[in-house]
């Protein structure tokens, strides 16, 4: 229980971090990515020796979610959502594939991609219900 509160909280803040070093303070993607996963990669494991190695995979797998074009996700709030699912799908597939390359990466991507697509959905549902009513 404390493994997962631990994930989804070093989801969310390694994620909106990448976001808002990107975004923010314009710095880039693969800057802001880059260095979330070395911060987290330095102090993650010192700080919690035992999980330290597990939350370092979260902040990079989420670092990369974070990489997401601002068109598709526009602002912070929806930035912790995608966090959020990072978060959960890594906790879902952590003994899927293990040793073989891109898992990470694969997460990050599915994570972004079906939020951009639960909005369209949301948003294709609100035009039929508005069209229903004319």
Known sequence: MFLNIMILLVAVLAGTATYAISYILNKGTVFASATVTLI???????VFPEIGSTLMAVAACTSYAGMVSIKNVPNLKEMVI?????GTLFMIFSSAYIGIGGRLGSIAAIS???WVGFKKVIAND???SKRSLI
């Open 126 to 128: 609100n035009l039929t």
């Open 112 to 114: 972004c991609i079906s």
């Open 40 to 46: 987290s990669g330095i102090f993650l494991p010192y």
């Open 82 to 86: 995608v966090s959020l699912i990072t």
